[in-house]
């Protein structure tokens, strides 16, 4: 990957791409080489940004939705070309092992198509209506500029969610992703461009938060937000476009638990805790971070994930073997070792891990050890907050209907995940379990594109990423009426 | 009406009916006589309602969304069986004229047997996964304790089309109705109880926006806010709902056009402006409050309305021959006023009316004379802010398209209206006003209760009420999982 | 029930009772006893029906489907308000005991107010045009006259499965009830002429199959014919309408299995098998007729099968102690007793039961004692063909795999259940059983109105009854495309 | 295309591709030239193919839908890659012009991405149960096999509306091209065999409707056929399935009209008769024969139809310049030959055409002039059966109502047209014509891919081609109740 050392990155503004007047370094997190620089905008990208995307907005609704889907399906064949190259440098911006970041960008590719497909669909529905001689339907109606904020973590897939069923609805879009990984953004958007779509329908933007992000949230001219990221900036957001009765979309933090039945496959339950606890490093907004085991297999359990965690190679995601990858800073370290600590004092059993690791070649990235607490209450900050790192705690429970109450007791309401052989369980599991996505058997991670992704209570605002359900904050509902009686009817009034 | 005389209402607060320390009068706007004495709860009221939806919610949920349907059908017939008694209160506590009235009762009734549909209704989605020996599916689930909103205007209307999706979805509520409207709450909520909805699912609570609307909108134990009002309130809700990660669906102003082309049946143009500007004096989100006219027919247009206005019987409601009923208090009138005089200083020609009236028996009620102004400009402030009132202003243009400029020229995207016989301009008509809610030869007014209620821009923020899209707030998606492979499976990966 | 002793039923036609020249006793099976007299009509009444109910089906169509849905709201009120009395007679017609004939009628009530919720919905689709200035979507429209057979088994739950939906989309009905049955029919039509039918709309035709039915599936007029009853009959009736490229919807036989796991909780299984097995004396298209045991628990099942099957008082269906009521007629007694001697020569083992039962007033109705078989062989007559009786064959298996075959290996594909605790075993299940319905640890029988109804292979032919899907057969799809651009635009060829 | 000349085309049966014994030569109805040779198989081709078919669909249904569609995906870009190749082979088969043949096959292309968007789709519904701790919900299963029996006028179109939907659904097919058109057949299974289709997925048996296509019909393991061609033999095809109990889709014959009202632009219906009469010489089921035309301005139109017919180049479609080509063989040209009698003899005048075309090169093809008729009565022959050739029957009239009787008074039911400014004439077009599809302002051909496309009356029985629609004969609905409460509820009886 020679050619991308040090690439300066630009911004790309009504189809021009624009180098900006500062820069900073993107950080290869597996070995602290800096891989690019990233443009730090001001708030006339955004300005400019914007007037590009309200004039192109204009002409792109107007194309037919069958025509603007074209451009997606191309996207979604330059994507699978370039799968590979794509994966590799997803993997230096952001740490995952190569693995999960070709999974990460068969995500976008699925996406490219799954919305391109609403380009002869985008459902309204006619419906009779009750007076005679009049005719009733509704139709979907772009927006107008969506404000697009992506985090580090999944920084192709996230934006290919939120873009994908904004463009193909007929907005345009201002997109602003995270500094830490900018590479992806740069590549998608090149592809975008290659696909053909019109200057000023996607423009991006780089730069921090509180310039950039900022900036856009305050824009009349911008009609939506979608946001994934802290729930702490998710919330200022919401807040700011509510004062501005702008539409917002959120996607937020997640303190995601594995309920282990006693009659659970321990195996099987074992191997889906470690991919969804310790893949990506445990950086995944539905990462399992606690594990709600019945007691009578706590120790088998425990024993199992013990073994398994040994075998871990953690390491720079480049390499095959490499299962668990660096940790994206080390702000991002600092982070987990305080709730190291806090596990620690509140009287939770440390059973491996707990630490940063800096042999060799590790002290150049940002490594944190697979770490598995135990005799964790539901109660403590360390099975209550979000800790974004490769922890997990045990929290041993006496029966089902104590796991289903230690599972909601949180403020999060992403996703959830049961292991047990029990039909009975499984229903009510699906029914009691109170995030917007369960799993049976499976881990807390791994969702389709084509269902609804996203999350209750403290997650999200009740918008979903993801499936149809995704168009519902990109578009509005017209209903439209049609009197053809030649005189006044009155709903509700003139009806017999 | 005699019994109901002074009759002071009660909150409904977990299955009991308990009195107010405080009161304030509830005013007939159409005599200025009080009719009832409204609560004026406090934050311990609030308090009380949330602890008894919440706690209710919890056992309403698990009740199989067919019964809950019951109820609502159960409502929907009783309403129909006090339709008038209801009516006739309405227009006492309101205003609105009782043909009016008995329409928004009607609407009610139309509401609870809809909504009561989707008990057996409700659809998820099941659809294949990706990965073998695994199943997945979407389904809806209720949110928990909602908080209602309701304003004066449509007492009921309103308060069926946000209560019955949130209660048939299975949720609790606690509801604010306006002060000014107290009666046709009461009686609701009464009916619901008759109706066997189990204690604490409803929740009312009489009072002030500053007391009882903050304490819900504040309180961590309402999970979502559903709001019709003002878009000052709106915006504020929205900003405190924000900061708290709080689910809200807004509805607010709009400032609504009737097109009249010149290819117009002017006469069913007149006929649909008439009824949709000045029915309810104006006082409608839907209200038309701007007539858009091609200057080819703007003085027949204006002949027709000003003959059919000089018809227009002003009065109290409860006389069958009043067409236009009082405004809602004495604070409308003055804002009315206000709007009169900007309207003159801006330049607009007054046409008719424009003053308060206060004959006979007039003066001791809330009348306004209705009122058209003619060659006003989309920019003057008339044309561009809410009046809520009788006032209709006439801005003249040369084409179609300068017309549907003109109506996208302000903040509000509630609805509009094409008077027009050719085709094409209707397609085009439905595709480029960029309202919520297009009609094509009737006036503004009128929505079916089937279809989606609700503006784009300044008057929402993306929900809508009624229609089945009026689940989406009330409602969350979970997307649910079942792997039964037995193996770890993971999704963009483990594919082919 | 006085009263109706003997009384003489008439067609009703264009709004008027006529009684026939001809009719044919009506004989309650409990009793023997003539409890009515039913038409038994030529080919003019069904020419006067058809004429009539084409008439009518050109105004129905254009009154709105909300308003056409308040009649069946009605209907379902009528029907609530009479359930005991409905109920009652259903019981001394058909047989069935009091309890199932609640439900039944409960049935027709659930699926009134179903159907009428579709008076709002009736969903089409808009979608967006690959063409500029071209609108596109898709409404359901009625079909015209449709023919309705229907059996003597459900003599009122599916009338109103095929009634209400063909009614509130639009369309005329031209109904033949079974002649056994006729009191259900004349009740349900006398109700929706009450409810406000306008004539012509419902006509019911009594008579026999091979005059009346054979004359509906004849006519030009009938455009659909929807019919539920014997394959032999179906088959005939679809060739026919084939040949007049008619539509025809189909309902016939069942050969539905209960398998039970080695892992079930067999006393719920065994109460499954019972309630699905021997309600309505086994003479539902659903009920179960084959269990498929894993001979681990087979000789447990047997003994709690026996030990239940000794409790079941046969007798008649107005005594409430009453559990199993009586075969419909002789007919059905002679070909049960076939069945039987059909399997001992198989060499499947008598359990219990496998004679009619004549002792004391028994002998003055038609009853069957609730018959075992064991050690029947998935390929034995009695496995294989439908015998509407009260007699089930126990098939050992030995696997889970097994069990599917066994069960697919039917020419029906009605009905199947499957009882087990393990959650991989029920999601193979609800894949590879290929039946048109499958239960989850509840027995074959059961079906709610809002789902899919209906079966797979020599059950049907792809259509269904209740549900959303039921619409179908009784709507045309019509897809409408407008042009608004002002010149020829095809599709295909001017994109891009 | 030289390779081609005289190829010998093989049937492909379970992934292989096998000669058959006897051929007949397949000839180009442009230049009268042998360019092919198409198997005329046996009934134990089809018994192979059957064979292959059961088997590899069981198989085929396993694999997960999203990955069935990729094949879909792969098929759509191999046909994109080699459109223009297609085009020229489907017009020296077909003889339709090249701009056309372009046409056709971009709908292969937009069905195949169309159809591969249901992998991830194919909804079926979760809904609440009416019983507690009870779980419902329909899914969409695959049937089996699929007999497909497509006509030579779009044999790559017809064939991708049957097929893609089929194989994406998870049925295996065996498909019966015309023998008049078997390279795009072939061309379509090569594509559909090179994009990875498993073996046995797809088989592909050329020859004649009375061996193949009968063999098919009667096979016991094909358990549909969609089938599109005349009435007569769709007829027979519906008796012998209806016989068997087996599934059957039929799109047969239009008689369409255009309706051009006296407010109409006279240029655009023009414009739009004669691309909807003439293209493809009037040889599609959607070709416009009748033109209902109002008396105002009927000269107006017919002068400038005749205007536009003289220039109509007839030749070679391959020559870019033309833009009517062949007939499709001589049996079709004496088919018009006859009619072309029978009109005059009616009474109807002949304006322009009505002889076959012989000049030159010409005489080696099959060609014949573009021909109008006027002063057509409704009840003519030549204004009720199908000609299937350029012939065109004006039919003057009085009013729209008229119009509209005009057009609804044939046996068929598929496409109707519209041109008139009037929006109410519109809404009363869409609603009172009584065809599958009714297009405003546009010609009666032109279906997007994504709408449901058939015909109401003779035209069909039920069922559609393309669109969402189009799946449901390809699936099965099943509904699975999962009751988790650990006891026996019975529906509609343990309710409250």
């Known amino acids: 990957m020679k050619q991308m050392d040090t690439k300066t990155l630009a911004n790309y503004i009504n189809g021009e791409w624009m180098e900006a007047e500062h820069t900073a370094p ?25 007037q590009a995307a ?75 209506s009750e007076l005679k001689d009049k ?32 463009i193909v609805a007929g907005n345009a879009v201002v997109w602003k992703p995270a500094t830490e990984t900018p590479m992806m953004a740069y590549e998608l958007t090149k592809i975008l461009e290659e696909a053909g779509l019109p200057k000023g329908v996607m423009n991006l933007v780089f730069g921090s938060g509180s310039t950039v992000g900022d900036a856009m949230v305050h824009h009349p001219n911008i009609q939506v937000i979608s946001f994934t990221g802290s729930n702490e900036i998710g919330r200022n957001i919401a807040a700011e476009c509510g004062r501005q009765l702008k539409k917002v979309s959120l996607e937020m933090g997640g303190k995601n638990a594995v309920i282990v039945m006693d009659d659970a496959d321990l195996e099987l339950a074992a191997d889906g805790i470690i991919w969804s606890a310790y893949g990506t490093s445990g950086q995944r907004c539905t990462a399992c971070s606690r594990v709600i085991v019945h007691e009578k297999v706590k120790a088998e359990l425990e024993a199992r994930l013990l073994a398994k965690i040994k075998h871990l190679t953690v390491g720079n995601g480049l390499n095959e073997e490499v299962k668990v990858g660096p940790i994206i800073n080390k702000r991002g370290i600092e982070k987990i070792k305080r709730y190291i600590e806090i596990g620690v004092e509140e009287g939770a059993r440390l059973l491996t891990g707990g630490y940063e690791l800096i042999e060799g070649d590790l002290k150049k990235g940002n490594y944190f050890a697979p770490t598995l607490f135990t005799d964790v209450k539901g109660t403590m900050r360390i099975a209550q907050e979000e800790i974004f790192g490769p922890v997990v705690s045990l929290i041993p429970v006496k029966s089902f209907q104590e796991a289903i109450e230690v599972n909601n007791c949180v403020e999060f309401g992403l996703s959830s995940s049961i292991f047990t052989q029990d039909v009975k369980k499984v229903f009510r599991a699906q029914r009691d379990l109170d995030t917007g996505i369960v799993y049976v058997n499976a881990g807390t991670t791994g969702a389709e594109i084509h269902l609804p992704f996203g999350g209750t209570k403290g997650t999200g605002n009740g918008h979903r990423d993801s499936g149809i359900q995704a168009l519902d904050v990109f578009t509005e509902w017209r209903a439209v009426y049609v009197d053809y009686s030649g005189k006044l009817q009155r709903a509700q009034i003139d009806v017999e």
């Open 54 to 128: 309200k004039k192109a907005q204009k002409e792109w609704a107007l194309v037919p939705a069958p025509q603007r889907a074209e451009v997606l399906y191309r996207t979604g064949t330059l994507l699978r070309e370039q799968k590979e190259r794509l994966a590799r440098l997803l993997t230096m911006e952001n740490g995952k092992v190569l693995e999960e970041a070709r999974g990460e960008v068969q995500e976008a590719i699925d996406m490219a198509f799954y919305m391109a497909g609403e380009g002869r669909r985008l459902f309204g529905q006619t419906t009779p």
């Open 26 to 50: 993107v950080i290869n997190p597996a070995t602290g080489e800096e891989i690019a620089k990233v443009p730090l905008s001001s708030e006339q990208h955004v300005e400019k940004a914007v």
């Open 135 to 166: 005719f009733a339907m509704s139709v979907r109606v772009p927006v107008g500029v969506i404000g697009i904020i992506t985090p580090w973590n999944f920084p192709i897939a996230i934006a290919s969610w939120k873009s994908f069923p904004a």
